[in-house]
């Protein structure tokens, strides 16, 4: 994955959220373009509490092992409260 599809999806107005593919098999959804911080191959994702809206932990994604970026359809991109 190239930090130029991940840097357009961070940027795009209005956000769409979207989820990270790994070649692991997890995945991990970007609701926020606050929540994800993108770093020269890297891409670390915080991850809300399923009550919360502020991120309390972050994953660490390696941009060689990300194998896929999805449209997280019905999801809101609106900021959180």
């Known amino acids: 994955m190239s930090a130029s ?18 070649s692991s098999g997890d995945a991990y959804e970007v609701r926020h373009p606050e929540f994800a911080w993108l770093i020269r191959g890297e891409l670390y994702v915080g991850l809300p509490p399923s009550d919360a809206d502020i991120p309390d932990r972050a994953v660490f994604c390696s941009m060689l092992h990300i194998a896929a970026v999805e449209s997280v359809a019905g999801a809101s991109g609106n900021p959180p409260s």
């Open 5 to 22: 599809v991940l840097q357009e999806q961070l940027s795009r107005r209005p956000f769409e959220p979207f989820r990270v593919v790994l």
